[in-house]
């Protein structure tokens, strides 16, 4: 088992500080997450040959090791020049990944349509729907697979709140649809209470599928009501959730190892609070401290 750091709440640190402030914190693996000087939000890789070899160099030199590298590209977008574009950014991120001996990747299904453009009004007349995003993503999958397969990189997927896929299911059945055994699940624990209520159930559903666990706590949005978070006006459409250090939300920690333990897992456990850059240092070394002990607990 790995045990992770996205280290976002620390991008403003050079890759070389970024190495000795992980190890410092106690981590001995990294899920690197976009960052404006190697793999950025949307666009193509800055992840040029000498910044690649000093990221190298750094791993090395703090004894730390690349659990995964996390792209973010519209690679779901039903506007197919920005998929297209996605595709390609995908490719290289895929190399860069390869030159770092990084057998790892994640990222999430992916909102579809650009910010700038919203839901659009197509060509038809209609308005883009999750359909369209699905069929955008299935293109680039029929792209990607067979590079993630040749290169030996597995790809672990999550479902987010607001992408066109937000829920366990039909999360699982895509993926095993797509029919690769380089292609994986990654259950993000915040965004439980946008999979469904009953935690132990979804991850006993999820089973061996399970490679990647992302680990943050989080409010239940849909407790007291609806009212744990009151919006104004009421019923504006947003999409809240959080990603706090463990024991501050409401996830239950002993029912979320016990029940990942039972499936056999044996993958990535990333700390992955990004609420508290004010204190950054401290809430990675509680994380890497707290998801120790209840690996212990569970897995040994």
């Known amino acids: ?25 106690g981590f001995e693996y990294l899920e690197l997450s976009p960052r404006e000087d190697f793999l950025p939000w949307w666009v193509h890789p800055r992840a040029h040959k000498e910044r690649i ?3 190298r160099k750094a791993l090395r030199d703090h004894n730390l090791q690349l659990a995964s590298l996390l792209p973010m590209y519209r690679w ?30 994640n990222s999430e299904f992916g909102r579809g349509p650009s910010p700038d453009r919203g839901h ?29 397969e040749r290169e030996g990189i597995t790809l672990n997927v999550e479902p987010h709140p607001e992408d066109w896929c937000e829920t366990l299911n039909p999360a699982l059945d895509i993926i095993k649809t797509v029919g690769s055994a380089n292609v994986k699940f990654l259950y993000c624990a915040p965004h439980t209470f946008y999979f469904g209520d009953d935690m132990a159930s979804m991850i006993a ?3 061996s599928l399970i490679a990647h666990v992302h680990i943050a706590d989080t409010y239940n949005h849909k407790a ?21 250090d463990m024991h501050q939300g409401e996830i ?33 070394r509680f994380m890497r ?11 040994r």
């Open 289 to 299: 401290e707290e998801i120790q002990r209840y690996v212990d607990k569970y897995f």
């Open 205 to 207: 559903d999820a089973g």
């Open 224 to 244: 007291s009501s609806g009212l744990r978070y009151i919006i104004n006006p009421p019923g504006a459409k947003v999409t809240v959730h959080q990603h706090m």
């Open 1 to 25: 088992m790995k045990i992770a750091l996205d280290p976002y709440m620390h991008r403003h640190l050079s890759l070389p500080e970024l190495c000795q402030k992980s190890a410092e914190l």
């Open 120 to 148: 659009s009004v197509s060509c038809c007349g209609g308005v883009h729907s999750h359909e369209s995003s699905e069929a955008a993503w299935w293109r680039s999958m029929e792209e990607l697979v067979p590079i993630f």
């Open 76 to 105: 779901a977008s039903p506007h197919e020049d920005e998929r297209r574009t996605a595709v390609e950014h995908w490719k290289r991120a895929i190399q860069v990944a390869v030159e770092l001996d990084c057998t790892t990747m």
């Open 53 to 55: 070899a000093e990221f």
């Open 252 to 284: 239950d920690w002993d029912v979320f190892f016990g029940s990942l333990a039972k499936t056999g897992f044996d993958g990535i456990v990333t700390a992955c609070v990004f609420g508290w850059e004010e204190r950054a240092d401290a809430s990675g």
